[in-house]
């Protein structure tokens, strides 16, 4: 199976700051990587797909890049409400699995 | 507006059984695949368990012959009938519905349904 490394595991971050996350994958994966973000006790959100669509409705201060094995979701501007985890998740093939989730603190 | 709502969730003691269902609203049901995605108290996501708008069945090795997926798309239902359940297994269950085929992302979810394996 491919494995998903996702980093860092947590940062602290000042409001206003960028703030990047990055995915590795031990093959390649074309752009077949999706990002999500987990608030406290909500359900996951979509935010990216194929490594670099916003989904709908997303705010356009999260950007995603990156193809085959390595991936990035930055936060232009870090907002008080961008406080959750985040989650990479590779799709290419199954197992469909996820990054071990980075928690995001102000 | 896609809605997808559990239920199902409650305590129950090691090697017990509990089913889960997933109500599916606002978008043709039959045409997409669908998903039990899991978060453990301390842990990440797991994907669980996935059907596809044609049947086939994906499971993590962790419930393989443990837990079973099925839809119903009739009624627009997904469930996921959990058996021998073991205290690792102690999650919220989240129903996921899977973008457009052929990709494997989700772009719905669920509020999700918390099992309790504790005796």
Redesign the interface.
């Known amino acids: 199976d491919i494995q998903v490394t996702q980093s860092p595991s947590a940062l602290s971050a000042s409001v206003g700051d960028r703030v990047t996350i990055t995915c590795r994958t031990s093959q390649g994966i074309r752009n077949?990587l999706?990002w999500?973000q987990?608030k406290p006790g909500?359900?996951?959100?979509?935010l990216i797909?194929?490594a670099a669509t916003l989904?709908s409705g997303v705010p356009s201060r999260f950007s995603g890049s990156g193809s085959g094995a390595e991936f990035t979701l930055s936060i232009i501007s870090l907002q008080p409400e961008d406080v959750a985890t985040y989650?990479c998740?590779k799709?290419?093939s199954?197992?469909?699995?996820?990054?071990?989730?980075t928690k995001v603190e102000i | 507006e896609v809605q997808l709502l559990e239920s199902g969730g409650d305590l129950v003691q090691p090697g017990g059984s509990l089913r889960l269902s997933c109500a599916a609203s606002g978008f043709t049901f039959s045409n997409y695949a669908m998903s039990w995605?899991r978060?453990a108290p301390g842990k990440?996501?797991?994907?669980v368990s996935?059907i596809a708008s044609g049947g086939s069945t994906?499971y993590?090795d962790s419930v393989k012959g443990r837990f079973t997926i099925s839809r119903d798309n009739s009624k627009n239902i997904l469930d996921l009938q959990m058996n021998s359940l073991r205290a690792e297994d102690t999650a919220v269950y989240?129903c996921?519905k899977v973008?457009p085929p052929p990709?494997?992302?989700?772009?719905?979810?669920?509020?999700?349904t918390l099992v309790t394996v504790s005796s």
Request: charged residues 15%.
């Open positions: 077949n999706a999500y987990q909500k359900a996951p959100k979509l797909y194929d989904q989650y998740q799709y290419n199954a197992p469909w699995s996820f990054g071990q989730g | 995605v978060l990440g996501l797991e994907r996935s994906y993590a989240y996921a973008g990709v494997g992302y989700y772009d719905s979810w669920g509020q999700g």
